[in-house]
């Protein structure tokens, strides 16, 4: 079958259906075993118009009292008692409050605030799905995460769909293998957050865009072609704002690539509908504090960096060397030949020696017909190379082999390249373009706001599948090498594989800091096992105890309307019937257990201690 084929086979939908359940199956496994954790906290709480830490829910845990502040002894503290907001006048007095009230119907204004003080107004279409889909399928760990996995799967088939349709079956059909074990796009599955939708709208964005640009499909067609571009590059937009980087990268190869002025005039009316609906949410929507807000978060995170400061982790300050450091990785990591190599090996000599070990070889590769060498030496030359430097590593042997035979293997993209038709030439600049324009916008934007916070994977993450097109091409060029070349390479990508899944087992064992976050295995969701033993237990005349962290309140743009923290009381409440009247209160004199006060007892009856399962939230 040649390169360029793209009529489908039995066979070829049969080896898709094979690695479409294998992918499935690997971003079902573990899915719900553990906790919810702080950004998934935020997304089911905006997902239903609530505000994290109350700012619009002050009827359900307070009551609220006008009062004249000239009257207080001291105007900057309010009362005994008595609790103030950043207006004057207008004083919070701690109460009782039940599921019911805590669910009281939300409006729109509601969302719009829940989404602007809890996430910056980004991801209204995410949130405008996520939303019936919880009212069908409910709260659980499971079915919330399983609405990010359904999109990551369809990542997988339109991966296909696009290498297919641009570079035949073969790639197609690798590089839909290599999408289904990334272990990006699985750890993102396993997330109640709006990624795996936004990488799946890009891309349907790109393959559109790519038929526009080549022009061959009747006029009919080509409507229906701009129609999906506005619809898939507008809604990603509206699901993530960096979403715009994508955008950039398009405008840069039409750039070159778009030969037309009536393809010009009708690209910029298709960029005009497309930022049409991110344009009426900045200015009238629920996105109207964004950019302020956006501001605002790289005021504090520069200011961070400069002083030390460590609130949200160390945030070195944009220095060359710096941004080096943070964005090494987010390139490496794009590419499964070389993911997590920078993180596993440590040593500046170790990197040399695989450097020039790399070097060796590529130059070996390119000049061995000039150099003149014994008959039995040619072919075994660099089998002996990597084994000879492999002595000199004084750690990770084998991995930092891997890693010079994996720059060996990708300096035969130049050639790729060169054997490519005039068409596929085109096509492979657009695949370049959208593997290095999402990183290289956050590395400017770095730059620009003075720190290195925003340099990482998931705001890059709609680069993976124009990479692993490159990748699956390059696979198949491989084979064209002689046989000591395409061994070796087999062989230490082969060895590659296994240490991807060293990986994944890290991830599905929650000890993945890169792609779970955490270290330290979380526990399965303390919230629902507190829901569920309040259920059993509470009886009329009880009351619910929640524990309350003090909370800084610092600007009128905060989550917040009290000076301690409800998080633990809403997200229980989340696993409560919603017309349930338990009698819950929060007890400001703890931080550490939900307990119950039952009538006619003076003994507490706890009910969870949350110390250490407060994930993002401690």
């Known amino acids: 079958m040649s390169l360029n084929q793209t009529k489908e086979t039995l066979r070829s939908r049969l080896i898709l259906s094979l690695i479409l359940l294998a992918g499935l199956a690997l971003r079902l496994y573990h899915l719900d075993r553990y906790s919810i954790f702080f950004d998934e906290v935020s997304t089911l709480l905006v997902s239903q118009g609530i505000v994290l830490e109350g700012a619009n829910q002050k009827e359900a845990f307070a009551t609220r009292e006008l009062v004249d502040s000239r009257f207080w002894t001291t105007p900057e503290t309010p009362p005994k008692g008595v609790l103030r907001s950043f207006t004057a006048n207008e004083v919070f007095h701690p109460k009782t409050f039940t599921p019911a009230e805590f669910w009281a119907p939300k409006s729109i204004p509601d969302y719009y605030e829940a989404m602007t003080r809890s996430d910056i107004g980004n991801s209204p279409f995410y949130y405008s799905l996520l939303h019936p889909w919880i009212d069908i399928f409910g709260f659980s760990d499971f079915s919330i995460r399983f609405f990010s996995v359904i999109f990551s799967v369809l990542i997988i088939a339109l991966t296909y769909a696009f290498a297919r349709r641009f570079f035949g079956i073969n790639t197609a059909l690798i590089a839909a293998g290599i999408t ?17 939708l936004t990488f799946f709208l890009t891309l349907a964005a790109t393959y559109f865009f790519l038929q526009i640009i080549e022009n061959k499909a009747s006029k009919r067609n080509t409507l229906w072609l701009y129609i999906g571009y506005v619809c898939s590059a507008g809604l990603g937009l509206l699901s993530h704002f960096l979403v715009i980087s994508v955008l950039l990268a398009h405008a840069v190869y039409a750039l070159f690539f778009l030969r037309t002025f009536k393809g010009w005039v009708r690209m910029a009316i298709a960029a005009v509908f497309t930022l049409s609906g991110v344009t ?54 794009l590419v499964i030949f070389t993911n997590g190599l920078t993180d596993a090996l440590g040593g500046k000599k170790n990197v040399a020696i695989a450097l020039v070990a790399a070097l060796i070889l590529i130059c070996w590769y390119r000049f061995k017909d000039k150099i003149n060498t014994p008959a039995w030496l040619t072919p075994r030359f660099p089998y002996l190379l990597i084994i000879l430097v492999s002595f000199f590593f004084t750690n990770h042997k084998l991995q930092f082999s891997i890693l010079s035979v994996s720059l060996f293997a990708l300096s035969f993209i130049p050639d790729l390249h060169k054997n490519a038709s005039r068409e596929q030439r085109s096509r492979l600049w657009l695949l370049y373009m959208m593997a290095l324009v999402p990183t290289l916008f956050l590395i400017l934007m770095s730059f620009k706001n003075g720190h290195t916070y925003g340099i990482t994977q998931r705001y890059s993450g709609f680069s993976f599948p124009y990479v692993i097109i490159l990748l699956s091409l390059l696979l198949q060029f491989y084979t064209t090498l002689q046989a000591e070349f395409r061994v070796l390479i087999f062989v230490f990508l082969a060895a590659q594989l296994y ?31 507190a829901a569920k033993k309040i259920e059993a237990t509470y009886q009329p005349g009880d009351t619910v105890y929640y524990p309350s962290p003090r909370y800084e309140i610092t600007s009128e743009m905060d989550r917040t309307f009290l000076p301690y923290s409800i998080h633990d009381a809403q997200i229980t409440n989340l696993y409560f019937p919603k017309d349930a009247q338990y009698v819950q209160a929060m007890d400001t004199t703890q931080n550490e257990r939900i307990w119950i006060r039952k009538k006619g007892r003076t003994e507490p009856v706890e009910i969870m201690k949350l110390t250490g399962k407060r994930y993002g939230f401690e």
């Open 280 to 333: 009426w949410w900045l200015m009238f929507g629920g996105g109207v504090y964004t950019l302020s807000s956006l501001q605002h978060q790289a005021d504090l995170y520069r200011r961070m960096a400069e002083t030390g400061e460590q609130t949200f982790g160390n945030i070195p300050p944009a220095t060359p060397i710096n941004v080096f450091n943070k964005s090494l990785p987010v390139f490496t990591d």
């Open 499 to 529: 240490f991807v899944g060293l990986r994944l087992k890290e991830f599905y064992e929650d000890r993945s800091p890169k792609y779970g976050y955490f270290a330290v295995p979380r526990v399965p969701n303390p919230y629902i096992e």
């Open 180 to 196: 289904a074990i990334e272990p990006f796009f699985i750890a993102y599955s396993h997330q109640a957050r709006n990624y795996s």
